[in-house]
């Protein structure tokens, strides 16, 4: 095991993003590397190797949401673009943004209400930024727009649809790719890929070593934080069942790890007091080292680039010095970027 020194904070700098699934690759989902990293310092393992750093009455706290089909293509002003579908807004509306076609590679800022944009038979108009006031990468024009629509645009998800995919893949891969073992209810624009290295055979092993599963769901949107924005509001769970053992296993000693920023997202709004409680809604918490996390005491997650406010969620829950210090040791080693990407366990206590 690696140990610990102090280093300055420095932004990090991804050695490589994963092209493809860990399946293309000649791996088993569950065989991608995983750098444990706690107080006393790192090691280098494979995800397989998991239940050897958890203790029977901790939980792992795991988001149910599925995987949607949310990248299509669309029409603006007669030409092509690509439209990626986010939240379905209470009201019937949805958050959606536009970018260029044909590979999706660069948003589109331009655009002004009552602009309207065609998918097939369904016609969806531009009412407002979201989720307020106007935002991008650049700070120049907007890129997340609530829009109402007429038509059936879940039908043309369903037909026409794929999953949103950036550059860095090396070609397109099925929605099954982007779906995680413990995905139930869809509604995910993005992978919660946290979890995609669970295995079935994985969640047995946990469960037979006496380490629980907490299910809550968080409703991803489209990868506004890796732009440098903060991520807007997203529709999460937390159910009685899963609010009780969580509380129980941090009264009878036991860790709360969370499987991904979602899944931290999730518990942490449902926190009163001390306590996790049953909830359910739209949350607007962004969890940073100024606003900390109050139950979550680790995180099993995946590498995020420097500008990620995904990366100040994890400095929230391992602290500073760690989170620098895996970076630097995932650099060095060659571990992979995003969603199909390698992973970290990293626990504070």
């Known amino acids: 095991m690696t140990q610990l020194t102090e280093t300055p904070h420095t932004h990090f700098a991804a050695s490589a993003f994963a092209p493809q699934p860990a399946e293309e690759r000649g791996l088993a989902r569950d065989e991608v590397r995983l750098l444990v990293g706690t107080p006393d310092g790192l090691s280098h393992e494979r995800f397989r190797d ?35 579908v986010a939240h379905h ?61 007429r038509g059936d645009l879940d039908r043309q998800l369903d037909w026409n649809g794929r999953p949103i995919a950036y550059g860095y893949l090396d070609r397109r891969y099925p929605l099954a790719s982007y779906q995680t073992v413990f995905g139930r209810h869809p509604g995910s624009a993005e992978m919660a890929s946290a979890g995609r290295p669970f295995t079935d055979a994985l969640v047995t092993r946990l469960v037979t070593a006496g380490v629980q599963l907490a299910p809550v769901t968080l409703h991803t949107g489209v ?27 941090r009264a009878n000693g ?52 420097p500008m990620a406010s995904h990366l100040l969620l994890v400095e929230a829950v391992a602290g500073q010095r760690l989170t620098q210090a895996a970076y630097d040791a995932a650099v060095a080693e060659g571990y992979l970027w995003h969603e199909f990407g390698d992973s970290a366990l990293l626990m504070r206590r």
């Open 50 to 84: 998991l239940p050897d750093h958890l203790a029977a009455g901790d939980v792992l706290v795991v988001n149910t949401s599925a995987t949607i089909a949310a990248e299509v293509d669309a029409e603006l002003d007669n030409r092509p673009v690509v439209l990626h």
């Open 89 to 149: 807004l209470d009201d019937g509306d949805r958050v959606v943004e536009l970018r260029t076609a044909p590979d999706a590679g660069r948003a589109i800022l331009d655009r002004r209400p009552g602009d309207e944009i065609t998918v097939g038979d369904v016609r969806l108009t531009l009412r407002e930024p979201w989720p307020g006031a106007a935002s991008s990468p650049t700070g120049v024009g907007n890129r997340l727009w609530r829009a109402t629509v």
């Open 223 to 249: 990868s506004s934080q890796e732009a440098g924005e903060a991520p807007g509001p997203e529709w999460f769970e937390v159910p009685p069942t899963s609010a009780r053992i969580i509380n129980g296993a």
């Open 254 to 305: 036991g860790r709360v790890i969370a499987v991904g920023t979602t899944a931290t997202r999730a518990v942490e709004s449902a926190v009163n007091g001390r306590h996790v409680v049953a909830h359910r809604g739209w949350t607007d918490r962004v969890i940073t080292p100024e606003a900390p996390p109050q139950v979550v005491d680790g995180l099993v997650t995946g590498w995020h680039d």
